[in-house]
């Protein structure tokens, strides 16, 4: 079955540390996000990638990085940067149909959960 | 800049009362697109319904029902005879359009409990 698959599903760092999150998609889909969730906040944007080899900023890219060196792959770093990383991270991707991509709904991985001890 | 909002943070139903969550928006464009996601307790949001800003008609889906009003700019969703299952946390989102920057703003979500 396609899907995405997101790991690890529960994630612990100490400060200081650098953490990557895993996203995997096999829905042949072109573009791919990031989104942060925190309690209340509903899901902030924090980088997407409608093709391979590029990527840009969401909205809050601040203390994170990706890469997107495959379509089916698209992990981000949690770096030493971010000074509050705890919460629950979600992937999604999106395919591309004509020249309208926004008509497109994005299809979401089952998240990580991340904790700064 | 686009914006949603979604004014009820959490309601309380008992099994088989009907409830309607809000969702108001803002946008520029005149070609957009909203969407109703639901997040389950286990996290992953799932997909419900999609609307192009030129088609106002309302969508039925079982036990679920939109109604999109341009006039006010809302989208909102009602579930009729709510069940146990229903419990979850619902998001409206928006999406710039048409073209391969656009992407979702969502809104805050409401959490939906439903009292058996």
């Known amino acids: 079955d396609g899907g995405i698959t997101q790991s690890p599903k529960y994630l612990f760092r100490k400060e200081g540390q650098n953490v990557t999150l895993s996203c995997e998609q096999n829905?042949?889909?072109?573009?791919m996000y990031w989104y942060r969730q925190d309690p209340g906040q509903g899901l902030r944007l924090i980088y997407y990638s409608q093709i391979v080899n590029d990527f840009q900023k969401g909205d809050i890219a601040e203390g994170y990085s990706v890469s997107r060196e495959k379509k089916e792959s698209f992990p981000l770093t949690v770096t030493s940067a971010q000074k509050n990383p705890t919460a629950f991270y979600l992937c999604?991707?999106?395919?591309?149909?004509?020249?309208?991509?926004?008509?497109?709904?994005?299809?979401f991985g089952p998240g990580t959960r991340l904790t700064v001890l | 800049a686009q914006k949603v909002t979604q004014a009820q943070t959490e309601i309380s139903v008992v099994e088989k009362e009907d409830v309607t969550l809000d969702c108001v928006y803002e946008t520029r464009d005149t070609t957009y697109y909203l969407f109703w996601y639901k997040q389950p307790p286990s996290g992953e949001l799932v997909f419900l319904i999609r609307r192009n800003s030129f088609d106002e008609q309302n969508e039925i889906s079982g036990r679920y029902s939109w109604n999109f009003q341009k006039s006010t700019s809302s989208f909102n969703f009602t579930i009729t005879a709510s069940q146990v299952v229903d419990s979850a946390v619902y998001f409206c989102?928006?999406?710039?359009?048409?073209?391969?920057?656009?992407?979702?703003?969502f809104g805050k979500g409401i959490t939906l409990s439903v009292r058996p």
């Open positions: 999604a991707s999106k395919r591309r149909q004509g020249l309208d991509w926004g008509y497109n709904e994005q299809f």
């Open positions: 829905l042949n889909h072109d573009a």
């Open positions: 989102a928006l999406s710039e359009a048409p073209g391969a920057n656009s992407k979702l703003t």
